[in-house]
């Protein structure tokens, strides 16, 4: 069946350094959205991108989405503490539920 | 490993009739999540069971949602009577519980789609 990938499934990084978590779709995508889960909290809905090779910014996190529609990137650039958390990719499965990369947790080093 | 499921995929129903959603958990993993999604906007956090007790159930709408959670196993929402603003998805998550007493990534199901006519 439809399966989205994420990878890595942990990241330890330091303050500062960069942050990278991979999307990978067996299907092509309508759409693909991003969701930020703080430690303790709750998914939170950061963005969606739709257009085959989209790049979207926010501050210092850039969204891209392949030119094929079936994979997507986020990259955080010289991560601060507030970035901590578990970052998930949700691809469509059908016009309206959603098949859920399994996230990737930034970890910033003590 | 089983991912989260969710049963129905889709219920369509009557304003004013009763609906219950399922949330069958990965197997091992104690809490479980509640969310919703209406109209394509942002999901919504509902509540949190923690095995059969309910943990946070701060974002339930109001008392026409009963959640339950016997056993600590598997989950039902009851949707009781279902007006039209109830029309949505509803996904559910489930993780484990690590030593420290902190709580693993979330797993999603697919979501149940309701439509409220």
């Known amino acids: 069946g439809q399966q989205v990938m994420q990878i890595p499934q942990y990241q330890h990084v330091q303050e500062g350094e960069d942050f990278t978590t991979y999307c990978n779709s067996s299907?092509?995508?309508?759409?693909i959205q991003w969701y930020k889960q703080r430690p303790g909290g709750h998914p939170v809905f950061l963005i969606q991108?739709?257009?085959s090779g989209e790049v979207k910014k926010q501050k210092r996190l850039t969204f891209q989405f392949g030119e094929a529609k079936k994979n997507s990137s986020l990259h955080i650039t010289a991560t601060q503490t507030t970035d901590v958390g578990t970052y998930f990719c949700?691809?469509?499965?059908?016009?309206?539920?959603?098949?859920w990369g399994a996230g990737t947790k930034l970890i910033i080093k003590p | 490993e089983a991912g989260v499921t969710q049963f129905p995929s889709h219920s369509v129903i009557e304003k004013g009739q009763t609906v219950t959603l399922r949330c069958d958990p990965i197997?091992?993993?104690?809490?479980l999540y509640w969310y919703r999604r209406v109209m394509g906007k942002e999901i919504k956090f509902l509540l949190h069971?923690?095995?059969?007790?309910?943990?946070?159930e701060s974002g339930m709408p109001n008392n026409r949602f009963l959640a339950e959670r016997t056993g600590g196993t598997y989950s039902t929402l009851k949707v009781q009577p279902a007006e039209l603003e109830d029309s949505g998805v509803y996904f559910c998550?489930?993780?484990?519980?690590?030593?420290?007493?902190?709580?693993?990534?979330?797993?999603f199901g697919p979501g149940t789609r309701l439509t409220v006519l």
């Open positions: 998550a489930s993780s484990q519980e690590i030593p420290g007493g902190y709580r693993d990534t979330q797993y």
């Open positions: 197997s091992g993993h104690d809490n």
């Open positions: 069971f923690v095995k059969e007790s309910k943990q946070d």
């Open positions: 299907t092509t995508l309508s759409n």
């Open positions: 991108l739709v257009k």
């Open positions: 949700a691809g469509p499965r059908s016009n309206y539920q959603l098949i």
